[in-house]
């Protein structure tokens, strides 16, 4: 069966230090995959896109690789601060059609 | 950048009466609008592809008849839950994304709270 796996356990962290994200999935041939943050009652907002033949992507703090091989993605916010503690999701769009499939989200807690 | 919203931002209704949820990208055409529900500590789950002018396209499970989409303009989707039962309660999200770019990022509106007494 198709899955898409996140840790589910909330990543509490020190202000300053970098938080690693993972997102795991199986049988899933993704085009693209994408990672959104969002806020308790808010709708998703996105970060960053990653393309299969692309290793790495950056945006400022964010930065994102992309293993088609061991069908995974990691997330890291460099730096973080206490305005990073959100919900991460990692989503994944396989026909490039913009149609996404959402894991379970990372929540991220960024302490002072 | 592109901004999609949502009305109402909640709703409380009686079971077995109907509900509608408006999305309308306000920047953008969209010919092609996504909505999704999202449970408690749960993630996004597509429930429809809408398209403009045409039939909304289901997910697996979702109960075409139940959840009735009209994208009728290129600026708006609508969702009509119809005889709401407590079970769906839910976190309803639409999103859409700017055309003529190829693949792009979604953007989300604020997602519309519904409560089912």
């Known amino acids: 069966s198709q899955k898409i796996e996140q840790n589910s356990e909330a990543l509490n962290i020190q202000e300053g230090k970098t938080a690693t994200l993972t997102c795991n999935y199986t049988?899933?041939?993704?085009?693209?995959l994408q990672w959104y943050r969002q806020d308790p009652g808010r709708g998703p907002v996105f970060l960053l896109l990653?393309?299969?033949?692309?290793k790495e992507k950056r945006k400022e703090r964010l930065k994102v690789t992309f293993d088609t091989t061991l069908k995974q993605s990691l997330f890291h916010i460099t730096a973080s601060q206490p305005a990073d503690s959100a919900t991460y999701l990692c989503?994944?769009?396989?026909?490039?059609?913009?149609?996404?499939?959402f894991g379970g989200g990372t929540r991220v807690l960024v302490k002072p | 950048g592109a901004v999609v919203s949502q009305h109402p931002s909640w709703v409380i209704c009686k079971s077995g009466t109907s509900v509608k949820i408006e999305c309308r990208s306000l920047?953008?055409?969209?010919?092609?609008m996504f909505w999704y529900r999202q449970f408690p500590k749960q993630s996004l789950m597509l429930m429809a592809t809408?398209?403009?002018?045409?039939?909304?396209?289901?997910e697996q499970g979702v109960e075409k008849d139940k959840f009735l989409i009209n994208h009728a303009s290129l600026t708006l989707s609508t969702l009509t839950v119809t005889s709401a039962h407590p079970e769906d309660s839910s976190f309803y999200i639409c999103?859409?994304?700017?055309?003529?770019?190829?693949?792009?990022?979604?953007?989300f509106g604020p997602g519309t709270r519904l409560t089912v007494t």
């Open positions: 999103s859409a994304a700017p055309p003529g770019q190829g693949v792009n990022e979604q953007y």
């Open positions: 049988n899933y041939s993704p085009a693209y």
């Open positions: 990653i393309r299969e033949n692309e």
């Open positions: 989503a994944l769009d396989e026909a490039a059609g913009n149609k996404l499939t």
């Open positions: 920047d953008f055409q969209a010919t092609t």
């Open positions: 809408s398209n403009e002018g045409s039939k909304a396209t289901y």
